[in-house]
């Protein structure tokens, strides 16, 4: 049987300020409980709809009000965090502690997909935090090259979190006695792929570029690309960026028609800015359209982005499609 080291040793061995390392280890210890909630389903009574809409206007399932709490509650008795912002809060949350570092969160990431026991996850993004002053929403609104850490859990199949701090990107997978086990070091994305992810149903609604694009791939071999491409859509980011991140490929939500005004559907700081730190430590790449993801400076908390994230020579495809207008 082979011996596996487990997250607190791996942290152990980053050069990253302790404190910082209690944040990740917090947040991984709730992600494993959340797994268990998650894996109860019915018997737990946490499916089905909570009966209330978030500032996303979506209607919250119990499992994002109950996974929201079980973060909220563990971040608040962290000593290292000053502040924290979830998708489904509204507001940023001050501690009361000053200094340290903030978090944004995604606490069940993939919810349409919890009815119907399809996996689903737990995004998490830490920023420095102000020095000197309690945070208010101005002091989250930071670039994703500011983050210090990134990472998420998937529930499926296995449980597993990947996560980077100051190198590179590892995945650990939930033992049955409740221990992060280190069973991925170093992920990377492969450069090249035929796999797209993106939601077809919405292709009439596409601006020009992402329709040559798909266009493309889906003449096969005897097409423009030269090979055939596969399909996959989840519908939970995180399962669609794991697998990424096992075999490559591209994941694309990008703006549409059917609500003009917004650029896209995910959120910034909590989805696009965590997942994109991630996928560039592992080699892999992510833009907007034409410029990266973690350049971005944010107007606003729950801001909306669209995301092509992935194998690094097949988002330069996209992007000069983009640039071609
Ligand atoms: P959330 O459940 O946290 O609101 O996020 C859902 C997101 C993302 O996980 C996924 O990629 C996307 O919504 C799926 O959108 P469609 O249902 O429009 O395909
Ligand atoms: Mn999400
Ligand atoms: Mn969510
Ligand atoms: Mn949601």
Redesign the pocket.
Known sequence: MTAFVDLAARLAAEPADAALKDVVLTIAETCAQISRVVASGALSGSLGAAGSTNV?D?EQKKLDVITNDMLSDALKACGPVAGLAS?ELEEVEPTGRVGGYLVTF?P?????NIDVNVSVGTIFSVLPAPAGHAPTEGDFLQPGRNQVAAGYAVYGPQTMLVVTLSGGVNGFTLSADGRWLLTHPDLAIKPDTAEFAI?MS?QRHWAPAVRRYIDGCLQGKDGARGKNFNMR?V????A?VHRIMMRGGVFM?PWDAREPDKPG??RLMY?ANPMSLLAERAGGKSIEGLNEILDINPAKLHQRVPVVLGSANEVEVIRAEMRAG
Do not use: F, I, P, T
Request: aromatic share 10%.
């Open positions: 996303q979506e998708e995604d069940l990431d993939g919810s349409s939601n919405n859509w519908a939970s980011m995180v669609d939500y559907k995910l989805e």
